[in-house]
């Protein structure tokens, strides 16, 4: 955990100045045409990914003498799914406007939806704990891609130029990960394809892609609706916020990830649920620092990093600090259901999540802005971790556990508990 926390923390302070400098040069009209793109793709993860993320950790965990079947087979399923779902997005812009229109950097980057099949190899090494050789990969290309950002700014590069960036950085990765697992004093076995491997995976991993995907939506439909109602300079400052936003959500994500395999051991009931509620706690005082911590420095913060024609975007920041406090339990939430094998109940979730999100944007939008997008966004994460709990029995054993770590940070008495060795 140390590992990927300490390198999502080094991650923003190196890509905070490459952000500073795209954002100012590309101004908010092409800094937001840039982000509708990664948008758009992180949309298409799921698909490309075919929900088999925490399937494969979980199963990497509970059977090691099979990971070079479940590595090779799961990296065929994402590579052909990986060209279907980029081939698709390339295809959607004869019939969108909005997806034509951005197609300057979107045409290159769907290729990151090919290029993520080779990230089957971080599984491997989330499964067996390692985050040292993830940390120097991520890290290097990071650095070379923040670099290559800077030369583009001073060589007044055009978006597209950008949008290749991205995308080798993807590439990068996904190929310093697969060669450095066989590589490495701990090496991978050689990756094999099993049809019968390949059946048993897609038919549990469809679930989690529908889920995923619509999870997805429900999580970035408030950008799609400030692109596509606001326009170009609304959504530069709106994902100038989120931009922002990006550095607690890795240290969020990097926590829930790098804890997972501790869940995924086979157990009984009453000892997993105490690990997960330290989980949650963990995810939960990075909540907290980044609700305070998004509206106290948000509004000098904005205009410092981004330029001073992104200051009116902090009260966004602000919005997206404190549905923090909800969005981030979710990544814990959604690793629970993995460990159930509970797919449908992730689609419903994330479908009703979709809803809420689709009514609140169409009713906020239009008359408050960027800000109605933020809000809409809250009220989901909102309603994602509380209402829905209460709703879907599956995930009714995390409401009261979420809800104990969530106002553990303000009992000093209690941390000693929560912070106690995590173990399988």
């Known amino acids: 955990m140390a590992w990927l926390v300490g390198e999502r923390i080094a991650r923003g302070a190196v890509t905070v100045v490459a952000l500073a400098a795209v954002a100012r040069h590309l101004t908010p009209s092409g800094f937001g045409m840039l982000n509708f793109a990664l948008a758009i793709v992180a949309l298409m993860t799921p698909l490309a990914q075919m929900g088999l993320d925490a399937v494969l950790v979980r199963d990497l965990v509970r059977n090691p003498a099979r990971t070079g079947a479940l590595l090779g087979t799961s990296f065929v399923i994402r590579l052909v799914a ?46 067996r704990v390692q985050s040292k050789a993830v940390v120097v990969i991520r890290g290097s290309v990071i650095v070379a891609g923040a670099l290559a950002k800077l030369a583009l700014v001073a060589a007044n590069a055009g978006i597209a130029a950008f949008a290749w960036v991205y995308t080798i950085e993807a590439a990068a990765f ?12 701990d090496r991978a076995p050689r990756w094999t394809f099993e049809l019968k491997m390949a059946s048993a995976l897609l038919k549990e991993g469809w679930g989690f892609a529908l889920a995923g995907l619509l999870g997805a939506l429900a999580v970035r439909l408030d950008q799609v609706a400030v692109a596509g109602v606001l326009g170009d300079a609304p959504a530069g400052l709106y994902f100038g916020a989120l931009r922002l936003m990006e550095f607690p959500i890795l240290v969020a994500t990097a926590t829930a ?58 009260p966004v920041l602000a919005i997206h600090g404190w549905a923090a406090l909800f969005y981030f339990s979710g990544f814990v939430r959604a690793n629970y259901l993995a460990l159930r094998s509970a797919s449908g ?18 009713l906020l939008v239009p008359r408050i802005g960027i800000c109605g997008a933020a809000l809409a966004f809250l009220v989901t994460q909102a309603f994602n971790a509380w209402v829905l709990p209460c709703v879907l029995a599956p995930l009714r054993p995390c409401l009261a556990i979420q809800a104990r770590a969530l106002i553990a940070p303000w009992q000093p008495g209690r941390w000693r508990e929560f912070l106690l060795p995590i173990h399988g």
């Open 257 to 314: 990830t790098s804890l997972f395999p501790s869940l995924a051991i086979e157990g009984n009931e009453p000892a997993m649920h105490v690990q997960l509620e330290k989980v949650f706690f963990i995810v939960a005082l990075v909540s907290w620092v980044t609700a305070i911590g998004a509206t106290v420095a948000g509004p000098w913060l904005t205009p410092l990093i981004l330029g001073r024609a992104y200051a009116q975007a902090w």
């Open 345 to 362: 109940t992730q689609a419903s979730a994330a479908a009703s999540s979709l809803a809420v999100q689709v009514v609140f944007n169409i």
């Open 174 to 185: 996904a190929f310093g990960l697969a060669a450095f697992s066989f590589s490495g004093r």
């Open 82 to 127: 990986g060209i279907a779902v980029a081939a698709g997005v390339v295809a959607s812009s004869r019939g969108s406007d909005l997806i034509r229109n951005n197609m300057l950097a979107l045409a290159p980057m769907s290729l990151i939806l090919v290029s993520q099949a080779g990230e089957v190899a971080d599984c491997w090494f989330r499964s």
